[in-house]
């Protein structure tokens, strides 16, 4: 399904500040919670929509692609509801934001009843992976699909990534009682002062495990690898990093797994040089050619392409073939491709051309005229660039 702008499913602008972006996704949140709507099932993809909106907007990094790569540049891989994030994902990663608006528990998912709401223990969240995918302008043309093999933590594959022997060896943790924070009171001039963080035991789980799995000895986590296919979209730049939701390292005892971000390397072309969606390329012809006109075949990213030389092309001249470009990443249409024209001059002639060449340039037509203000091929680049 298409998706909609983030910016737009939250209410706020592009520039709004990250207390803005944290605000509107709050109310959109209440708004669509799943205990306010029991059993819609637009609710609750308006919430997903709402928290998808948040996860890209809330973090610098993933803004920052977004706003100059769109949805391509924060894409992956989405569920088949067009969301990447299930209802587990949301509570886990920014079940906070709701604070006691439902009475501080997340009920109807996760196995908490709304009659039975509890606190939710903290979801790990595994580490982002980077890769480096190399393209060649055709691929970038035409987008492309690339098969790699990741090395990376995965699930444990004896206790099913839960890190217990047997799978339900837990207990509630001795230190937090369950809670997963410790508070601590200090006694200060002013008064008694009160601060609470993440239980130092069970790293704010709210349970230990009593055995644990042999094979990964409590983390859920094992050294492995996986071959991921990426799909490259076509108009892509070097240096864009895209990112694959779900696909880095998975978290611990059954946790959140991390992104991949994919980091966009292009290789250079012996015939093309790329100026955004423009391409530019450098043509030789003689001086025969320049002077009686021609028809010649010059390199395109499809094949060839025919081009007429007219008679009299000066060196620098610029020739457009209009779409023969790459193409915009998140818009329609293509670039162009630009050949410059150069005038080749040999660089040795025999005795008869050299009497030829001497009587030709003792002709009119062929002394420079001193009026003519031709223009170089940068300043020709320049002109084109600001129409």
Not at 250 to 257: E, I, K, L
Not at 345 to 350: D, G, Y
Not at 377 to 387: D, G, I, K, L, P
């Amino acid at each position: 399904m298409s998706k909609r702008d983030y910016y737009e499913v939250l209410g706020v602008s592009k520039d709004a500040s990250e207390s803005e972006i944290k605000k509107a996704y709050r109310q959109m949140a209440l708004k669509f919670h799943p205990d306010k709507n029991p059993d819609n099932k637009e609710a609750e993809e308006k919430f997903k929509e709402a928290a998808e909106s948040y996860e890209v907007l809330s973090n610098a990094e993933k803004r920052q692609r977004y706003n100059q790569f769109g949805h391509a540049g924060v894409g992956g891989a989405a569920g088949a509801n067009g969301y990447h994030m299930s209802m587990d994902d949301i509570f886990s990663q920014f079940g906070d934001i709701f604070g006691d608006a439902f009475g501080g528990g997340f009920g109807g998912f996760g196995g908490f009843s709304s009659g039975t709401r509890q606190r939710r223990r903290r979801v790990n969240k595994g580490s982002n992976l980077r890769v480096k995918v190399n393209l060649t302008l055709a691929e970038i043309a035409k987008g492309a699909e690339k098969k790699i093999k990741v090395n990376k933590y995965v699930g444990c594959n004896t206790c099913s990534g839960t890190g217990s022997k047997g799978g339900s060896s837990y207990s509630s943790c001795g230190t937090c009682h369950g809670t997963g924070s410790v508070t601590r009171v200090t006694n200060t001039f002013l008064g008694q002062m009160q601060t609470s963080s993440t239980c130092p035991t069970c790293g704010g789980e709210g349970q230990t495990i009593v055995n644990k799995c042999p094979a990964c000895t409590g983390d859920g986590i094992v050294k492995g690898e996986e071959v991921i296919s990426i799909k490259i979209p076509a108009g892509v730049e070097d240096g864009m990093q895209l990112s694959m939701s779900g696909k880095g390292n998975a978290g611990a005892r059954a946790g959140v797994a991390g992104d991949l971000i994919i980091l966009i390397e292009e290789q250079e072309d012996e015939n093309f040089l790329r100026d955004g969606r423009n391409l530019l390329h450098d043509v030789f012809i003689s001086i025969t050619d320049a002077s009686l006109g021609a028809t010649i075949d010059v390199p395109t990213l499809e094949g060839k392409a025919r081009i007429k030389i007219t008679p009299g092309t000066q060196a620098g001249k610029v020739l457009r073939l209009k779409g023969k470009g790459l193409p915009s990443l998140n818009s329609y249409g293509s670039g162009d491709l630009l050949v410059n024209i150069n005038v080749w001059t040999p660089k040795s002639v025999s005795k008869e051309e050299r009497e030829i060449l001497e009587k030709l340039g003792k002709s009119p037509n062929f002394i420079p005229d001193p009026t003519a203000k031709d223009k170089s091929f940068f300043s020709r680049m320049r002109e084109y660039f600001t129409q």
